[in-house]
């Protein structure tokens, strides 16, 4: 169909991103190409998540996705910072007014710790990815990878994608090496800078042409995917789309919170990993918003901040406790409006392809009928 | 070349917003439909306007923008409401700190009131449209105009379309009578919502069908226009890549502050209309955005709040004072970071078709290359 098709062997030009390797093998088994988010597991976890994606995905390729640290000089793994008491009061008095429970003492709920800002290990992940072959593609979530993660993808025959906000940060991967880039507006779930999808995608895709762009932010439909192909795109990058399917790993109580809301109940805040992070509103975020809130730390010290807190959020929300509901939270895009019930991955796969073609197929005739 | 370019009878579906009647006229003239943005001017004024643009568009059609105001019970004309003393003495201070001067006591200039807040005298503007029948188009900027200007409109053979940020508002303007919906994301110069037009323009359509709905936000390109019409536009309304014209009657500097301005310099602040306005970025937001200073007045408090002062800069800059440059702004969507050079209105519109064009080919030829 495409060329960045061709380049991996797929059917559809359609990327997936998710944390979870159910959504991953069903698009990659269905013609287009998960990416795994990996970045809050282990080493040891990665091995078992890409041994069972490469059993149920029928052979398709599939991507790996790390936070690797922005820069060099970033603190390396288990270097936790110094965490002001004002925060700490602010986030315990947060819990308190919203009657979440401690966890239960001396369980391993207790002692597990948030490894998602925990820019380490990923060495070792990577040499996990390179004992799959079919794991196709290590991407950069946070822009440009370091140098030597580079060359060894590429020495292990696999292709390096990064994230980018802005054009200057995308000429900047491909400077180092980076074949192919995801420009991710302002719409998109997760970290994201402040650039719409629609003035974004055109810059970026002049930048580093004739490198291939992935359009990210605010695609989840056929129509949605044919407007970032008109606007340069190689392929398409999706993330939020994949939150309410049969094979999301979610809890009941976060995927009823997205077929809920509409495009206007998601938020930029900082307040869950330093950067501006795009979430589902909920009373976390509105709490940071506040007048008078502390202003959130810088990352990677907000993640540390708030990575119990967000846990036991989770644990509560799960048991039903309203206090829980009220603040839980994910990363979302403004797309999440479109989603108003659970679905099939492969489904939501097929009809956003059938609905591009059409799309496209619509806009052609349209310009012949003049 | 679609429905909506047949309904007003000229070859291409691009509407072009401006305050100024040269480049509505080269718009209309060349094929697309201006529309004249006549919020700021006098029933007078606008006899003048719109008989120059009959005389220099060819014949073409064009149509004209008011900030109805957006509920019936919203004060009338004249009722200048109480503003307090703190906002008063911070925009004082605020342009004494630019060593912005004052207006030259007794003149014209001193005397004059901005017009573009005092929701009055469009009953009379409209008895003028009434008597071109060139102006085939009636829009209302801020949402569901009021039903009366909707009867009359009709009975007097005219269309009428209304902004929207929600489907909701859509929905309720097709209600109301409105003929044509301008779908406005976020990223939009002057005021728009918060979600991007790539995640609202195809919830708007889907809400109002079979109603015409214009793309509106982030559209200046042939790419972004076939876009805009992959999401499901009749047509696309642009304003911003108007701004740097040979026809643009904006100040030399703010046209040179726009041609330099990447994505990243526009900002949405209620700083200057009391609703969320989009604009080039400038001392002037960035003072009312800083950490201890008042927040803006609601609509229309906020506009005679800062009318004075936004003439002195403007003012102030054209004699290239340094801290009216500063403080300089003026409504502009993120598109002007595509912006670098000034351009002819015709020429920018022809070449927008051509790349459509183009744009829209390349898909098909990419579906078929499968």
Redesign the interface.
């Known amino acids: ?2 060329d960045i098709a061709r380049l991996f062997g797929i059917e559809f030009p359609v990327f997936a991103f998710s944390h979870c390797r159910d959504v991953v093998a069903a698009v990659s088994g269905t013609g287009g190409l998960g990416v795994f988010g990996a970045s809050v597991f282990t080493p040891e976890e990665i091995e078992i998540e890409l041994d069972w994606i490469d059993r149920h995905s029928h052979g398709g390729p599939y991507g790996i996705d790390f936070a690797f640290p922005p820069r060099a000089t970033d603190s390396g793994p288990g270097a936790e910072p110094d965490l002001p008491a004002q925060h700490r009061a602010f986030v315990a008095d947060l819990l308190n007014r919203y009657g979440v429970a401690e966890f239960p003492a001396g369980t391993d709920e207790e002692r597990a710790t948030y490894r998602g800002v925990d820019f380490g290990d990923y060495d070792e992940a990577l040499e996990v990815v390179y004992r799959h072959p079919n794991c196709r593609l290590v991407v950069s979530a946070l822009g440009t990878p370091p140098s030597g993660v580079v060359e060894r993808a590429h020495a292990e025959g696999r292709l390096v994608a990064a994230l980018a906000g ?1 054009p200057e940060h995308a000429v900047r991967s491909v400077a180092a090496g980076v074949d192919i880039i995801v420009a991710q ?3 998109a779930g997760g970290h994201a ?8 995608a ?2 970026v895709v002049d930048a580093v042409a004739p490198t291939p762009v992935l359009v990210a ?3 989840a ?1 056929g ?2 995917m ?7 795109g190689a392929g398409v990058w999706t993330g939020s789309m994949w939150l309410a399917t049969e094979e999301s790993d979610l809890s009941p109580e976060m995927v009823q919170k997205i077929v809920t809301a509409d ?2 109940q998601t938020v930029q805040t900082r307040s869950i990993t330093g950067k501006p992070c795009r979430v589902v509103r909920s009373a976390w975020s509105d709490a940071w918003e506040a007048e008078g809130s502390p202003k959130p730390l810088p990352m990677p010290a907000q993640g540390f901040l708030v990575e119990d807190a967000m846990r036991r959020i989770e644990r509560a929300s799960r048991d039903r406790d309203t206090g829980g509901l009220e603040l839980l939270t994910c990363p979302a ?3 999440i ?2 989603l108003t019930k659970v679905s099939k991955a492969s489904r939501l796969l097929l009809d956003m392809v059938e609905e591009y ?1 059409e ?3 619509d ?2 005739r ?2 012949v ?2």
Do not use: F, H, N
């Open positions: 169909m495409t802005k507006g302002s719409e800078g402040s650039v719409s999808t629609m003035v974004l055109p810059q932010g605010g695609i439909s129509r949605q044919a407007a970032a192909m008109a606007l340069g495009s206007w895009g403004q797309v409006g479109q073609i799309c496209v197929e806009l052609e349209r310009l009928a003049e």
